[in-house]
């Protein structure tokens, strides 16, 4: 059954002392629900004639006058928002920059939420960003958020996922070939001759570190007579290296790893000065490679190899992907951008005083959007 309300009980509603609704402004201009959203989000697809009534409707009900709500009556550039797991990371830092690059070269304002790795702050933003009827939103989730996804693209408001699979395709999203970059980074002290390794690593809910760690079994089971202990902690900080590395040194030194993987740099670089502090040298007596770049390791005493993220890139992209959605909504076809790290390979695996070597990034690519 579908109710309705008439122009009086809509006009009432809004004397009630609470919050007009959207269904209030429907009545009163006398237009579907639908028409609202589309008159607010995206204003191209609706008659000047249609956005004139729910303008004067939403002028006289005292609705909510947002960024959306004033671009339609004055012509303002189209609003956006990201949200970031925690922003004392390069990759959060990376993929802000990359999304304001690419909004800002599609003419559109955004807007930065940070959650600080806090999963109930995540929520309240997008919450936020929603509620002020945003014209689309960049997620870069701390972890599984598929629930907060549905829940935007049930509004109705566009959404781009970095770095997350969330396994629908009603949304675009950039990824980064985190089996890859696991791969990669076992591979290179396989190669150097490393036969027990240990994959460092936190947060046991993060699918990124999942995928790494997939990838860092794949390259193991690839050569004969290699090893691989995992050992977790609930974060990815320099003292969870500091404790990681306790746990090594714990271990009688013929079982001790000749190659450790950390899952962040900043855990190297806990991992390096607890290991330093006992007398046991990297690179000498044992390996290290972070899968991803951190700037507060740049100061390290030894330069830890590491693979990069494209950060900067997929925030762009997922700019790019958000605007055109917004531009073309009938048109738009959504997918999934895969972009690829890159190795850098420093003294922490060649040896002291080497100089650092780039290995290109296989071949990005793209496919239309089923993240399953």
Same mark, same amino acid.
């Given at each position: 059954?579908?109710? $309705? ?59 909510v006058v947002n960024s959306a709500a004033r671009s339609m009556r004055t012509g303002g550039?189209? #609003? ?21 690059? #690419? ?8 807007l930065i939420a940070n959650a600080d790795r806090d999963d109930w702050e995540q929520s ?43 396994? /629908? ?92 993987? /950390? ?12 290991? /330093? ?49 917004? /531009?073309?909504p009938e048109t738009h076809r959504h997918r999934t951008v895969t972009l690829a790290a ?5 003294? $922490? ?24």
């Amino acid at each position: 059954m579908v109710e $309705s309300e008439s122009e009086s009980d809509a006009q009432r509603g809004a004397t009630r002392g609470s919050r007009p609704s959207m269904r209030e402004v429907a009545s009163l201009a006398g237009v579907s629900i639908a028409t609202v959203s589309y008159a607010i989000r995206s204003p191209s697809r609706v008659s000047a004639t249609t956005r004139e009534k729910v303008q004067r409707a939403i002028d006289d009900l005292g609705f909510v006058v947002n960024s959306a709500a004033r671009s339609m009556r004055t012509g303002g550039t189209p #609003g956006m928002g990201v949200v970031v797991g925690d922003l004392s990371h390069s990759f959060s830092v990376g993929v802000v920059r990359g999304a304001q690059a #690419g909004a800002r070269d599609s003419g559109a304002t955004m807007l930065i939420a940070n959650a600080d790795r806090d999963d109930w702050e995540q929520s309240r933003y997008i919450e936020l960003f929603d509620q002020a009827r945003l014209q689309g939103i960049i997620l870069a989730p701390l972890d599984e958020s598929r629930a907060e996804i549905a829940r935007l693209r049930e509004h109705g408001s566009p959404v781009v996922v970095v770095n997350y699979r969330s396994g /629908a395709d009603d949304h675009c999203t950039v990824l980064m070939d985190n089996d890859d970059v696991g791969y990669r980074a076992a591979d290179h002290l396989i190669s150097l001759g490393c036969r027990r390794l240990v994959f460092a690593t936190g947060y046991a809910r993060a699918q990124p570190l999942h995928e790494r760690r997939h990838g860092i079994e794949r390259a193991v089971a690839d050569r004969d007579g290699v090893g691989l202990d995992v050992l977790m902690r609930e974060r990815v900080d320099a003292e969870d290296g500091r404790a990681i590395a306790r746990r090594i040194l714990a271990t009688p030194l013929e079982a001790r790893p000749d190659g450790v993987i /950390a899952a962040t740099e900043i855990m190297a670089l806990g991992l390096l000065q607890e290991l /330093a502090a006992e007398g046991v040298r990297v690179p000498e007596d044992m390996l290290l490679i972070s899968t991803e770049e951190d700037w507060r390791a740049v100061d390290a005493p030894v330069r830890i190899s590491r693979l990069k993220e494209p950060a900067f890139e997929m925030g762009r992209q997922a700019a790019v992907l958000l605007a055109d959605e917004i /531009a073309n909504p009938e048109t738009h076809r959504h997918r999934t951008v895969t972009l690829a790290a890159t190795l850098f390979a420093a003294e $922490s695996t060649l040896g002291r005083g080497a100089p650092t070597v780039e290995e290109s990034p296989s071949q990005s690519h793209e496919r239309p959007a089923a993240n399953s």
